[in-house]
Each structure stands twice: as C-alpha cells, then as structure tokens.
C-alpha cells in the first residue's frame, strides 16, 4: 500500500500546477489549441486604443448588465467577451455602478464554460478595488484576470470556445471604437478602426466552426455581418465618416444579438 503523506502530496500538486502553467506559456501547445494573439488578444492593446481614440461617449455605447438565460454554449462564449468589454469601458469611464452585476454575471457564464475557478478568484477583488476608485489597479486586475481565463481555457482544450470568446470582446471593442471615431472623425482616428486581418481570421475561424456551431442562425447571421464589414475594407483608403457610422450600427447590431433573447 502506497502512503502518499500531506508534505509529498502537497509537493505533487505544486509541480502538477507548475507544469500546467509552463504548458500554457509553450507557443507549440497554445498554437495546437487555437490559443494566439489572435484568438487572446492582450487587454493591454485594447486600453491602449481606446486611451489613444478618447473622448469615448460613453453615454452612447454603455449597455446594462442582463441575465443570460439560454440553452447555446457557443452564445455564452460570445457574450462572455462582450462582459469583458463592458469591464474595459468601466475602467475607461471611471464609472463604478455596474462593477458588482458584471462581476456577478461574469462568473454566471463563466460556470457554464467551465471557467468559474478561473473568474471567481477575481471577483471580488475587483469589486474591492472599484469601491476605491482604484482604476489603476482595477485596470491591471483585469489584464491579470484575462492571463487566469486563457490558462483556464487552455485546459478546456475547446478551440471552438477559445475563438468566441474572443470575437465577443472584439465586437465589443470595435463598437466602442467606431462609436468614439463617428463623434469626433479624423482620418488619423479612422485607421484605428483598420483591423483587416483580425477580421479576416475571425471570419476564417467561423466558417470552419463544427456543423453543430456552424449552423445556429446566431452565428449564421455573424458571419453575414462580418462580411458586410469585410466590404468596408476592401480598398486601402480610411474609412469616411458614413463608413465609420455603418462599423458602429454593424457592430451595435451583433451585439444585440448576443446578448438579446
């Protein structure tokens, strides 16, 4: 009989989580799972875009916390992204009255995608932080809490998931984005707006989804949105202001979808 005691089991889940978190930093695994700068893309680089396309009119594209109550996984993949952004845009705006029902409705999901550890050990501290108006932190709590969900993700081994995820945080981001261009357009603000290849690979990655994804007429109608925007792109010239416009209600309309009934 084999007595394993508290010190030595204690010792073998330390290097058990170890070896978890070098896989989840080794390129050849993160790629093999569909996990990149792509599908992961830094929260970093969103702060920094919407830092650089300020003033965000943030009465405009601001959108109450709601229940998600649906039998689709791949809608709560999505949606979840979007709360991501809504946390970006909390950060952005300094506005703290929507913090406790995001936080709330993040670990919701995040059950349901299998995630919840991941989230929940978060929460609370951004709650914390956001009662304190300690944006800065709240700020750097968020990239921290993205680092926790793609490590979690990692392990889920569900590609599918690993790139909805992320296309709800970019439409998420691209709406705010648009929407900050059509108040104050400048052609040097529009070509923020210019994200070809990120489309592109989204529409890739949707397009060689599984048939039991593929075929919702939620990700069918995705997919034709996104390819009306594709349209948008198709010269090199920046984005006039009736384009930016067009982005904004193309990117407001998805998100209405997802996170509608």
């Known amino acids: 009989m084999l007595l394993i005691t508290a010190p030595a089991l204690i010792l073998a889940l330390s290097l058990k989580a170890q070896d978890t978190d070098n896989l989840t930093k080794d390129e050849d695994y993160r790629e093999e799972l569909g996990v990149n700068d792509y599908t992961a893309p830094s929260i970093e680089k969103l702060f920094n875009r919407l830092d650089s396309l300020k003033p965000i009119p943030v009465n405009d594209v601001t959108r109450p916390i709601t229940d998600l109550n649906t039998a689709d996984r791949s809608k709560y993949a999505l949606s979840f992204g979007v709360l991501i952004g809504d946390g970006f845009l909390d950060v952005e705006s300094q506005q703290n009255k929507d913090i406790e029902a995001l936080g709330r409705e993040l670990i919701r999901r995040a059950k349901i995608l299998g995630v919840e550890q991941r989230v929940s ?35 889920i081994r569900d ?17 705010i984005e648009a929407a900050s261009v059509a108040v104050k357009y400048s052609p040097e603000r529009a070509k923020a707006l210019r994200d070809t290849d990120l489309l592109d690979y989204y529409l890739d990655r949707l397009t060689t989804l599984p048939s039991r994804l593929k075929r919702s007429a939620l990700i069918q109608k995705i997919i034709v949105q996104l390819q009306t925007i594709q349209t948008l792109y198709k010269d090199n010239s920046v984005l006039t202001v009736s384009q930016v416009s067009s982005l ?3 990117s407001t309309a998805m998100l209405d979808w997802i996170e509608g009934p």
């Open 121 to 155: 050990r978060h929460s609370s501290k951004l709650l914390e932080l956001a009662k304190h108006d300690d944006w800065q932190h709240l700020r750097r709590e968020l990239i921290v809490t993205q680092a926790d969900v793609e490590a979690a993700l990692l392990q």
């Open 248 to 250: 904004r209600d193309s």
């Open 159 to 175: 590609e599918p998931i690993v790139h909805l995820l992320s296309l709800g945080g970019w439409i998420r981001g691209l709406q």
